[in-house]
């Protein structure tokens, strides 16, 4: 249950393909019933076009009541993308990873909504809007993080991550679920 919110978004490419205009879809990427209200458009004759676009819209409501597709709008899939950020190979086409490089994520900022501190003195940190980051290497936080500080997380090479607290010098860290 925990990733299904990701397969029902998965299905929802259909409202994101709609989104931006560009090429037509083809078959294998959005869903049947999507192409099927899209196909509507090509009926010439009024009474035809609206019975078709009646019955392709009901199956399309009927299709997002089974959960078979979800529709989702570009705030969705933002947000989305920054409760991701960090989590390692999850590359998804409309979450920012397979060619959409353009609304790829690199920082994240988000506030510190709880702190505490390993026995080896490398702290974890959890943000308010979610998403644990732990401390990698062993450079010290000169100001203890507190609640309601700022954070700064970006992509640093070879796939790891830099984490500043405060305005502090950063550390790495790596993402945690």
């Known amino acids: 249950m925990r990733y299904g919110w990701m397969a029902a978004a998965l299905i929802g ?55 078979d597709i979800v529709i989702v709008d570009r705030a969705q899939v933002r947000q989305t993308r920054r409760s991701l950020f960090g989590i390692e190979g999850l590359r998804l086409p409309f979450f920012g990873g397979g060619g959409d490089e353009s609304e790829e994520m690199s920082q994240l900022d988000g506030i510190v909504a709880s702190a505490s501190q390993l026995g080896d003195g490398r702290w974890v940190i959890r943000l308010e809007e979610g998403g644990t980051w732990v401390q990698t290497d062993d450079n010290p936080i000169s100001l203890w993080p507190k609640p309601g500080q700022k954070v700064l997380i970006r992509r640093a090479a070879l796939g790891s991550y830099m984490m500043r607290i405060n305005g502090q010098p950063g550390v790495r860290a790596r993402r945690q679920f």
Do not use: G, M, N
């Open 13 to 67: 490419v259909a409202a994101l393909a709609a989104a931006k205009p560009r090429a037509p879809a083809t078959p294998a990427t959005s869903p049947q019933a999507y192409q099927e209200v899209i196909k509507c458009r090509t009926v010439t004759e009024d009474s035809a076009r609206l019975r078709c676009f009646d019955q392709a819209a009901a199956a399309l409501q009927q299709a997002a009541e089974r959960r």
